[in-house]
């Protein structure tokens, strides 16, 4: 597939310009002019990039592409000349898509997330520029706390982070924000409804607002709920362009 294709594909398919976002979000690196085999992950590491050249792929897609944020000054140079080198070397361009990937109704992480649960989306919530990134959805009967948990178990293989109840005993309406997520967006989410908050990491003023305040929330960890997105872009890649695609993880707890 000839790389101009791809980047029109993802340009329909993830609508990158409907998003006010910190970073590149499309291609940041162009090593090739051809699309023949895709690998996926989470964020743009040394790893990954080894792993692509054992899979010898010559393309990337990640959903951090670190090096390429917001005041990062992406000279050629140290870690980041490095890198950009060695992708060079081995012909494999790189697409970053951020709030993209958070906030794509079908293969987006939340939605994803929502799916693995058993829930039905309702809602958008949290916009960024034209679009909102996260998801408010219910399960048709109510779950228990318990209940909760074990579907967050499930869904998550390495398990829930830090849970708070200090809400509904009955759980049926949940705001979903994969990687991280402020007060202000528990409270957009606690104004719709919800009776549980899902995010990923946490900071150190949410568990005394959860308390303060009456919210049910679960963090399961930043890396972990934002695997969803690009492993489902891998699938979609390959079912609907017949291009090799691999979503490769290399796990990271926080």
């Given at each position: 597939m000839d790389l101009p294709f791809m980047v029109a594909w993802f340009d329909d398919l993830l609508e990158p310009k409907s998003f006010?976002?910190?970073?590149?979000n499309g291609l940041c690196v162009e090593a090739n002019d051809k699309?023949?085999?895709i690998v996926t992950g989470v964020s743009l590491r040394d790893?990954?990039?080894?792993?692509?050249?054992?899979?010898k792929a010559d393309c990337i897609v990640v959903?951090?592409?670190n090096g390429f944020w917001q005041g990062e000054s992406q000279l050629p140079v140290g870690k980041f000349g490095e890198r950009l080198a060695k992708l060079m070397r081995n012909g494999i361009s790189v697409f970053g898509f951020h709030l993209p990937l958070d906030g794509h109704r079908e293969i987006g992480n939340n939605a994803m997330i929502a799916k693995s649960l058993g829930l039905n989306p309702v809602h958008e919530f949290l916009k960024e520029g034209l679009r909102a990134v996260?998801?408010?959805a219910e399960w048709n009967t109510p779950a228990t706390r318990e209940e909760f948990l074990d579907c967050l178990n499930t869904a998550f293989p390495h398990g829930v982070q830090h849970s708070f109840f200090y809400g509904a005993e009955k759980i049926t309406r949940v705001a979903i924000c994969s990687g991280s997520c402020g007060i202000s967006g528990i409270k957009d989410a606690m104004e719709m409804k919800c009776d549980a908050f899902i995010t990923g990491s946490i900071k150190e003023e949410v568990p005394i607002y959860c308390q303060e305040n009456g919210v049910n929330l679960a963090s399961c960890g930043h890396h972990r709920t934002e695997t969803f997105g690009v492993r489902a872009l891998a699938e979609k890649i390959e079912k609907e362009l017949s291009i090799p695609s691999k979503f490769i993880d290399?796990?990271?707890p926080v």
């Amino acid at each position: 597939m000839d790389l101009p294709f791809m980047v029109a594909w993802f340009d329909d398919l993830l609508e990158p310009k409907s998003f006010k976002d910190y970073c590149v979000n499309g291609l940041c690196v162009e090593a090739n002019d051809k699309v023949t085999r895709i690998v996926t992950g989470v964020s743009l590491r040394d790893q990954l990039i080894d792993a692509a050249i054992e899979e010898k792929a010559d393309c990337i897609v990640v959903h951090h592409p670190n090096g390429f944020w917001q005041g990062e000054s992406q000279l050629p140079v140290g870690k980041f000349g490095e890198r950009l080198a060695k992708l060079m070397r081995n012909g494999i361009s790189v697409f970053g898509f951020h709030l993209p990937l958070d906030g794509h109704r079908e293969i987006g992480n939340n939605a994803m997330i929502a799916k693995s649960l058993g829930l039905n989306p309702v809602h958008e919530f949290l916009k960024e520029g034209l679009r909102a990134v996260g998801v408010i959805a219910e399960w048709n009967t109510p779950a228990t706390r318990e209940e909760f948990l074990d579907c967050l178990n499930t869904a998550f293989p390495h398990g829930v982070q830090h849970s708070f109840f200090y809400g509904a005993e009955k759980i049926t309406r949940v705001a979903i924000c994969s990687g991280s997520c402020g007060i202000s967006g528990i409270k957009d989410a606690m104004e719709m409804k919800c009776d549980a908050f899902i995010t990923g990491s946490i900071k150190e003023e949410v568990p005394i607002y959860c308390q303060e305040n009456g919210v049910n929330l679960a963090s399961c960890g930043h890396h972990r709920t934002e695997t969803f997105g690009v492993r489902a872009l891998a699938e979609k890649i390959e079912k609907e362009l017949s291009i090799p695609s691999k979503f490769i993880d290399f796990d990271n707890p926080v």
